[in-house]
């Protein structure tokens, strides 16, 4: 399972977020307006743009506040001045680590980024340096708890999923990005709640670092996730649930 897919529904479930939401709506705004920018204001026909609402959405965003950056995308220049992009890097223990991003001022991101590695103990990386040992994904995380995870398996499988596995209090259902909003849908179809519903990049292997190391990468990773700029961070960690759950408390 994906340490840090598994990190983040902890962290969700723990409210660890809800302080930092205004910033989060901030960040789900910004690619909402790139989306309807650059593939127009109609989720039916613009993916990028659905995934982005769903997501929004998923975190409750209101619908206002959706609806007012789809138009600002649309009608507007504002979707002009942020650019797509990517960093890759190490956290400590040989961890990979890649971030997704939407910014206005690329020195200004690098230079922010490069100081979080830093001085957490990783190393921004060279463009490709990390990429290739991530996939592109769908990732429904379960609440393993009161799930016949047959029933689960039956329902995922039979709308197109690759995978279906169990870790701790957790089951993934992992999707190709293509079939992702099948799976949701027919989740939700069978009565299936899940505690988390994304796109990511999932490790082809992964580092099982000490936990000296895994608070430190944790940190790493959460002040990436804090960076106005970052849309997505993803890492190869594999942290037991425990120290997960210790950090995220």
């Known amino acids: ?11 969700r479930k723990k409210g660890a977020a809800d302080a930092k939401r205004g910033q989060l709506f901030s960040k789900l705004s910004r690619a909402i307006i790139v989306a309807a920018k650059e593939g127009g204001p109609d989720p039916e026909s613009n993916a990028a743009l659905a995934t982005a609402v769903q997501k929004a959405r998923d975190n409750s965003m209101p619908k206002d506040n959706i609806e007012r950056a789809i138009q600002r995308g649309a009608g507007g220049t504002e979707g002009d001045a942020y650019e797509a992009g990517s960093y890759e890097g190490y956290a400590p223990g040989g961890v990979a680590v890649y971030c997704t991003i939407l910014t206005d001022n690329r020195n200004r991101t690098a230079s922010d980024l490069r100081s979080i590695f830093t001085k957490n103990g990783g190393s921004l990386g060279t463009p490709g340096s990390v990429a290739w040992q991530f996939d592109r994904k ?10 016949d995870e047959d029933d689960i398996l039956l329902a995922a499988l039979d709308a197109g999923a690759e995978d279906v596995s169990e870790d ?5 259902v992992t999707t190709e990005p293509t079939a992702f909003m099948a799976v949701r849908e027919a989740l939700e179809g069978a009565g299936i709640a899940f505690a988390s519903a994304e796109l990511t990049m999932i490790p082809k292997s992964t580092v099982s670092p000490d936990e000296k190391e895994a608070r430190q990468i944790l940190r790493l990773v959460d002040e990436l996730e804090e960076n106005d700029d970052v849309q997505g961070v993803y890492a190869n960690f594999d942290i037991s649930e425990e120290i997960l759950e210790a950090v995220a408390g």
């Open 1 to 11: 399972m994906s340490g840090h897919s598994k990190w983040s529904t902890i962290k």
């Open 138 to 147: 769908g990732v429904i995380m379960v609440d393993a708890e009161g799930v």
């Open 168 to 172: 701790g209090s957790l089951i993934q």
